[in-house]
Nanobody, 123 residues
Framework: QVRLAESGGGLVQAGGSLRLSCAAS????????MGWFRQAPGKEREFVAA????????SYADSVKGRFTVSRNNAKNTAYLQMNSLKPEDTAVYYC????????????????WGQGTQVTVSS
């Protein structure tokens, strides 16, 4: 069992930045790939970014490439999503996810989910 807790969401103006954190507990964090998803009102949950267990392999949705950066600190059992140049269309609940397989995260079927944190970008 892996438990995930997101933090760092909030209200920010367009063009601003936020850093989300995902603290993990339970099984060995360093064995798991980590990912971020988001869900806007009335829309399906969409993949945002993912990182493999050791860090060098990452994947991003086209809509966030060049603006968002996913990273992790295995010593702190924490994954991060640095979000820069935020746009109103980035407004959503952001979810952290974990799985032993990076591919399952990219395919939107991770084994574990966090509860989500709200990000609101005002124009």
């Amino acid at each position: 069992q892996v438990r995930l807790a997101e933090s760092g969401g909030g209200l920010v103006q367009a063009g601003g930045s936020l850093r989300l954190s995902c603290a993990a507990s339970g099984r060995i964090f360093s064995s798991y790939a980590m990912g971020w998803f988001r869900q806007a009102p009335g829309k399906e949950r969409e993949f945002v970014a993912a990182i493999n267990w050791s860090g060098p392999t990452t994947s991003y949705a086209d809509s966030v490439k060049g603006r968002f950066t996913v990273s992790r600190n295995n010593a702190k059992n924490t994954a991060y999503l640095q979000m820069n140049s935020l746009k109103p269309e980035d407004t959503a609940v952001y979810y952290c996810a974990a799985d032993l397989s990076l591919n399952r995260i990219v395919l939107r079927t991770p084994s574990y989910w966090g509860q989500g944190t709200q990000v609101t970008v005002s124009s």
